[in-house]
């Protein structure tokens, strides 16, 4: 089997695993509880998140646990939201592809009577911060722009933009989810504001996350109750899956000078390699991308036909956003970037990790392009565009 799905969900590691049940079994007081049970999980959770924070460049008290990425989004984006309409400013700048718990918290805020401009993030699938300048006004907010794309990989200009963002002294908040532990991120030399992850993306337990919020940002509680979290997060922390989280960020961060230069190895070479099948392209800038990110488009197929016959010979990938596979319509990060509806609809997503192996990834060039010849060799679409009844695209 060949997992290369790695974007969508990672494997635990087994440190991950080993902290989060000696957690569950020795640290299971309520951190609330001023009795010495409650005191030690306090303290694991403390510990936790003094690691977090030395990871990203925060301080301790910057770091708010959520329940993952999404929780984070909202609390970031609905709390600049609530400090723009005291000071009567209305207006916030995103992308078009961003990750849909940005999207969609955006347009509930429209209906609200907030401006949200999206900006272009053209063929290569990166912003341009000469647009983003021309695109603050007065009155705007916030900008929310992720760090690295969920779908393409690339990786955007954040430095830049969060100057941009200081100098003009707007908010500026991250998604950046798909970027923490696999390349470099700290908050003070990007000039970021808020910022939210989630574990299970650097392999760390599902359903806990953090966001970073700079000390001078008033965070907006989204659950009422308790006065967890310093009051902005109500609910008994998850400690067991805090401190699992803090484990594999540590570890996957500590291995990434070495790790990461050897998948984006391997992922050029796929990249070389798949994009040799006919009328097939690479989504997304080929140089200013994850490490392990690599995604195609195939003229004539569908990308569901194409991930069932992968996953029958042992090979688990995506055709994008896992949060949206359910959904018959193409991905709106690729109709962002330019592609057409009958292209977008034949695309592959491979994320691949540390543990993937070079015969893996021939395995994967090789299994990939017998697919796709395959999948073509009875498309009638295909088999208009051979004839000439339609125009290829790629």
Not at 23 to 45: F, I, T
Not at 102 to 116: M, N, P, Q, S, W
Request: with cysteine.
């Amino acid at each position: 089997m060949i997992y290369a799905d790695n974007a969508a969900t990672t494997r635990m590691s087994r440190t991950a695993v080993d902290t989060m049940i000696s957690a569950a079994q020795e640290n299971w007081g309520n951190p609330s509880s001023l009795y010495a049970h409650g005191q030690r999980a306090k303290e694991a959770l403390e510990e936790a998140r003094k690691d977090v924070a030395a990871v990203i460049g925060a301080t301790p008290r910057e770091i708010y646990f959520t329940s993952g990425g999404s929780e984070a989004d909202n609390q970031a984006i609905l709390s600049a939201a609530a400090l723009g309409r005291k000071t009567g400013k209305l207006h916030i700048i995103s992308t078009a592809f961003e990750h849909h718990a940005v999207l969609h918290t955006l347009e509930k805020l429209k209906k609200e009577g907030f401006d949200v401009t999206l900006l272009d993030v053209h063929e290569n699938g990166i912003v341009r911060p000469e647009e983003l300048r021309a695109a603050i006004r007065d009155d705007t907010c916030l900008v929310t722009i992720m760090y690295a794309n969920n779908e393409i990989g690339t990786i955007q200009p954040i430095r830049e933009i969060g100057a941009i963002c200081r100098e003009k002294g707007v908010l500026f908040h991250t998604d950046a989810v798909q970027a923490i532990a696999h390349i470099p991120v700290n908050v003070a030399d990007d000039n970021i504001d808020l910022l939210s992850s989630s574990a299970h993306k650097f392999h760390g337990p599902k359903g806990v996350g953090f966001l970073y919020a700079k000390k001078s940002v008033p965070l907006t509680s989204l659950i009422s109750g308790g006065a967890q979290e310093r009051g902005k997060r109500a609910g008994t922390e998850n400690v067991p899956g805090i401190v699992a989280m803090a484990a594999a960020l540590k570890e996957t961060y500590a291995g990434m000078a070495e790790n990461a230069p050897r998948v984006a190895r391997l992922r050029d070479r796929l990249i070389e390699g798949i994009t040799q099948i006919p009328h097939s392209a690479l989504n997304g800038d080929a140089v200013h991308r994850l490490p392990g990110n690599a995604n195609f488009c195939f003229e004539g197929i569908e990308g569901e036909s194409l991930l069932l016959l992968l996953d029958d010979r042992g090979i688990q990938a995506s055709s994008g956003s896992a949060c949206t596979s359910g959904s018959l319509d193409p991905s709106h990060v690729l109709l962002a970037i330019g592609r057409v509806h009958d292209v977008a609809h034949g695309s592959l997503r491979l994320s691949i990790g540390e543990d993937i192996t070079e015969e893996q990834v021939e395995e994967l060039i090789q299994s990939v392009s017998e697919v796709v010849e395959y999948l073509r060799s009875f498309s009638p679409i295909w088999r208009d565009l051979l004839a000439g009844k339609k125009q290829f695209i790629l």
